[in-house]
């Protein structure tokens, strides 16, 4: 399936994601940044990203390339930043638009090469979203300062990292812009969510799952919560991304599903390269 190019509406989406993530890195207690040397930086439209204490690609990469035009200067001096102070094979993310004759020869160049299925980026206007036909049996709750480590812990879990990232997550709850959301069995925190809005766009991720609670319809209930806010609050679009599967087997991916079951369309799929 290709993606739906949507022109109008990818800018608004790479904006409101590159803003997101950079809030993310600057809510970081001062404490984790030199636990797990966070940094983050602009260059020109996009942005780097480092967190030496989460070595995966979401928190270790060049995002936003594209926004303006893309240049090689710019891609040279985000190479350099990521050299210095990511974790080792950080990506420069960059999507399909941006991908012209001289950036792809600027990278083979310089020994850059395509890894993996990159990510799938997703866009939904503000339409309703429709109930799930299975109603969840969990509580889904807005959660703000007082129960931020019910946030912070369910994303540790839900994801595997070590405790010692609590404090990073933890530190969203409350914070201007976000929205942070978990789904309680009772009173035990096991999905969570989030959601950046600005300039009427909002940005929806952070979402995780304790393993033993998966398949019980918490990140639906998480994604028509979030929205039915955001259209509350103004917010004109959505959008989210996850990990592209590999073409023909999307069906088989529960976090690509569960985009689609929420009305969102894939607009395009964002390349990850790396130095090899």
């Known amino acids: 399936m290709k ?4 022109n109008n509406v990818i800018p608004f989406i790479e904006k409101v994601e590159r803003e997101a993530w950079l809030d993310m890195c600057a809510s970081a207690p001062e404490s984790y940044v030199k636990s797990s040397n966070v940094s983050f930086t602009r260059v020109g439209s996009s ?5 030496r204490g989460l070595p995966y690609p979401d928190f270790n990469r060049v995002l936003g ?5 893309a240049s090689e200067a710019e891609l040279e001096l985000a190479l350099a930043w990521l050299k210095e102070h990511a974790a080792p094979s950080s990506p420069l993310q960059i999507p399909p638009h941006a991908l012209s004759k001289k950036i792809l020869e600027w990278m083979n160049t310089r020994g850059l090469e395509r890894v993996g299925n990159g990510k799938a980026v997703f866009y939904r206007d503000s339409s309703p979203v429709q109930s799930h036909p299975i109603p969840p049996t969990l509580d889904i709750r807005l959660v703000g300062a007082p129960c931020a480590e019910d946030f912070g812990f369910t994303v540790h879990a839900g ?7 609590i404090p990073f997550f933890s530190a969203l709850a409350g914070r201007p812009k976000w929205k942070t959301y978990a789904a309680y ?5 096991v999905a969570s969510a989030a959601m950046l809005i600005d300039n009427n766009w909002a940005y929806l991720g952070v979402a995780s799952t304790l393993p033993e609670y998966r398949g019980r319809g918490a990140q639906n209930a998480l994604f028509k919560r979030r929205i039915t ?4 609050a103004g917010v004109i679009g959505f959008t989210g991304d996850t990990g592209q599967p590999l073409e023909g087997e999307e069906h088989a991916h529960k976090s690509y599903r569960n985009f689609h079951r929420a009305g969102f369309k894939r607009v395009l799929v964002r390349q990850n390269f790396i130095l090899k």
């Open 229 to 232: 806010d955001g259209i509350a």
């Open 185 to 189: 069995d009772g009173n035990k925190p």
């Open 3 to 6: 993606p739906i190019i949507d």
């Open 47 to 51: 942005i780097a990203l480092a967190n």
């Open 159 to 165: 994801f595997g990292v070590p405790e010692s990232n």
């Open 65 to 69: 390339v594209g926004i303006g035009p």
